[in-house]
Structure formats: C-alpha cells, structure tokens
C-alpha cells in the first residue's frame, strides 16, 4: 500500500512541475487576401476554406477561379476544433488601421479579433497539450504581424501574443516585419526587422510556453551588425551603464574625469553595440576634449554620431547634436522635421544661422524657443550643452532663459536694431543680475546706438 502511495505521489509531482509542452512547427492551413491585391479591397478571398457562407463579390483579379466575399463566415479545418472566421469588411464602425475581424468558434461571443488587412497567412500549431493553437502571419506592404491565439482547455478562445502591441512597446511608432516564425520545443521564434528610414535594427522575439501560467512569456533578443545575439539581460545592463555615465556627464564633480565617463559608456556599447543614445554621449566628451586637448577626439565625436543615426535614423537628438558639432544647419532642420517640438534644435539652428550672419533666421528661431509655452517644461532636454559653458549654470531656468535673450541681443545688435537688443539686454539681465559678460554688452550697445 505504502509502494503504492509513493508511485501516485511521484506520479503528481512529475506531472505537476515536470511537463513541459512540446510544440510542432507551424503548419500552413489556408490563406486570406483582399480581391484587389491591396489595403482597400471589396471583399475577402479565402484559399483552402473548408466552407464559406458570406456575400459574393466581383472575381478578383480578372480570375475566374477566384471570389471574393465581403460579408459572412468562412471555416479552415472539418473537425470539432475547427477555426471560424467572421468578416465584414465594411463595417464603418471599424477603422482601416485597426480593423479586427473575429476569429475563434461558430459562435462570435467566443472568438478573438485578429486583423487581415491586405492579406495573411493562417498555420496550426499542434501540440501535446490540451489547447488548439493557431498562427496568423498579417501585413500589408512591408509591414508584417504575427499573432498567436487558441483555444483554452475549457473552450474559451484567447489572444495569447499580439506583435503589434509588442512592436509598439519596443519601437513606439515604427513598424516591424516578422518572418515565418517557427519553434524550438516550448518555444515559438518570431524574427523581425524594425521597418525605420532602412534602420538596420533586428532581432527575434522568444514566446516560451509556462505550463503554470498557462500562457507565453516574452523575451527579445536583439542582434547586433554582424548577426550577434543579444539578450535582455545585455540590454539592460547596456541600459544601467549608459544611465550611470549620464549622471557622470552632468556632475561638476567629474569634469575633469572625462576618460572614466568614456569607459562608462564604452562599457554599455560593448554590451549593447545598437544603443544610440550611448554613442551620442560619448560623442559629447570626445567634442568637449577634441576642443580643448585632442584633436582626434573630435573625429572620434564624429563617428559616434554617425554610427548612432545609422542605428537610429528617427533621433531628433543625434542630428541635433550632429549639427552642432559639424556646424550643419541641415542635420539642425532635419531635427526639426523629426520632432516639431524639439526646442534644442531650434535653438541649435538659431547660433548656426547667427555664425553665418543670417541675423533675420536666427532670431526667428530664438523667438520661437523664447515664446515656446513648452519651454520650461523641457529647458532641461538641453543636456548635450550643460557642460559647454562655466558661466551658464545650466539646470537654472533663469540662466538658460537669459542665455536665449542675450544671444537674440547679440543679433539685434548685429543687425543695427539698437531698441530691440536693448530690451533683450535688460531682459537677460534681469534674469541673470550678476552676469558681468550681459552688462558689459548692454552698455556696448547702448553707446553704440548714441
């Protein structure tokens, strides 16, 4: 009776904690595309759909073995664990870029909203579980999804991964293209692309199955240039280091410790290679030392920029910082084109239009930082510059604010518009009082106008 007793219990414990759910690679199970080839179709065109009820339309595609259907419900598989997808591709209350049709059981209280857009591709993944699993590769133009649903143990239809939430976590706005994903035991593989100005930025999504959570988990593996892993732990440790030379940046105390700052950064590109933000840093030490010290550092500044624009072309704040190093008021506009509000750009462009005796531009760009209702709140965004200057304290609003007036003053002046640089004078003198470089000018100026 004891053996007996023993055996059971062996025999729950290896069940409960030992099994782990073996997947089979997708297998391809049908098909479905729009009758026009493209986003905006009439109707739906289902291939190797073992039934459809649904509204006829016009032959797709000049093809007379093939019709396309707007309205109705199609199945993929004769079995009780048969896929049901419900359509209407003309619902209005559905918008184009986040339409959903229904897939999942007969009956539409139970299905999950998977999307079809210009076409997709439907797999099964069969499994020694209990759970019928499916896979929908979707896109349209090079933009492509995977989504992974399936039938719960107790019948219950669920969204168990969404590529389009996950690439928006990761990449905010930028779209991704998946490959055919397939899968490792537990695991399903899903490599991407990042779809960004031809950003070369890819990796693979793991979703590994947890028998007791009963759903996928998520990791992302990033590959580097030449195809190297790396992994989430890397990312984040690339992330604490760049955090940690940051803070190192911006500390009084370590102005004169650039090579320790340098190594910081170094370190989370070594763990990281495709960290932007990590390059544009170390580009502004090796500026500031190419200034006063090294001139080789200020290739090395320059190559760091160039390398995080290769990774990240959307950077408002590498092309800033590009600008200002290479005195290039096109990489400043191309700042501005990518964020609209990026009031460091502006303010980058205003001294390169001021070094080139573009008086009229430069001004209109201070104008713009000055009277910006968002400056306040995003004065400290100027963090590529806080070390650039002793006599501007730079986390003082007041100091930055009458920076802006005395660089607009200058201009004015320049220009011969004595009363408007006055104003600005007194303006930047009245937020920074003891600075002697903003009295000397004002009173330049004023005996200069008499």
Same mark, same amino acid.
């Given at each position: 009776m004891k053996k007996i007793f023993g055996l059971i219990?062996?025999?729950?414990l290896f069940s409960s904690t030992g099994f782990a759910m073996k997947l089979e690679q997708p297998v391809e199970i049908g098909k479905i595309w729009t009758d026009t080839g493209g986003f905006y179709g009439n109707g739906y065109v289902f291939e190797n759909a073992s039934y459809n009820n649904g509204e006829e339309c016009v032959s797709t595609l000049g093809r007379k073995d093939k019709k396309s259907y707007s309205k109705g419900i199609a199945r993929f598989g004769n079995d009780t664990n048969a896929l049901y997808v419900h359509y209407d591709i003309n619902n209005p209350s559905l918008n184009?870029?986040?339409r959903d049709e229904k897939f999942g059981a007969e009956n539409t209280s139970n299905t999950v909203g998977v999307p079809i857009w210009e076409h997709c591709t439907i797999y099964q993944i069969k499994n020694d579980g209990e759970i019928s699993l499916y896979y929908v590769q979707v896109g349209y133009g090079s933009i492509g999804y995977d989504i992974i649903f399936g039938r719960r143990q107790d019948g219950v239809w669920v969204k168990y991964i969404d590529m389009r939430q996950i690439a928006k976590k990761y990449f905010g706005n930028n779209g991704i293209f998946c490959e055919k994903a397939n899968v490792n035991g537990n695991t399903i593989i899903a490599k991407y692309t990042l779809y960004s100005n !031809?950003?070369? !930025?890819?990796?693979?999504?793991?979703?590994?199955?947890?028998?007791?959570?009963q759903w996928f988990g998520v990791e992302q593996v990033v590959y580097t240039s030449d195809n190297q892993e790396i992994n989430n732990s890397q990312i984040g440790q690339a992330q604490t280091y760049y955090e940690r030379a940051e803070k190192m940046r911006k500390d009084s105390q370590m102005r004169w410790r650039d090579?320790?700052?340098?190594?910081?950064?170094t370190q989370a590109i070594e763990l990281n290679p495709n960290l932007a933000d990590a390059y544009i840093g170390r580009s502004v030490i090796y500026y500031e030392r190419g200034l006063t010290s090294n001139p080789?550092?200020?290739?090395?500044s320059k190559v760091d920029l160039n390398r995080a624009i290769e990774i990240n072309p959307n950077s408002a704040r590498a092309y800033n910082w590009r600008a200002y190093v290479n005195n290039n008021i096109a990489d400043a506009t191309r700042a501005i084109e990518l964020d609209p509000q990026y009031l460091d750009a502006y303010w980058t462009r205003a001294e390169l239009y001021s070094r080139l005796k573009n008086y009229d531009k430069a001004i209109a760009d201070y104008t713009f930082v000055? !009277?910006?209702? !968002?400056?306040?709140?995003?004065?400290m965004e100027h963090y590529d510059f806080e070390m650039m200057s002793d006599w501007v304290f730079w986390n003082d609003f007041n100091n930055r604010m009458a920076w802006l007036y005395w660089r607009r003053a200058h201009d004015?002046?320049?220009?011969?518009?004595?009363d408007s640089a006055i104003s600005d004078y007194r303006k930047a003198l009245e937020l920074s009082p003891r600075n002697d470089w903003i009295k000397s000018d004002l009173?330049?100026?004023i005996n200069g106008k008499n």
């Open positions: 219990l062996l025999i729950i184009i870029d986040e !031809n950003a070369r !930025n890819a990796g693979e999504f793991r979703f590994k199955w947890d028998e007791t959570a090579d320790e700052i340098i190594a910081v950064y080789e550092d200020m290739a090395k000055i !009277n910006s209702p !968002n400056f306040r709140t995003r004065f004015y002046r320049e220009k011969k518009d004595y009173q330049y100026t």
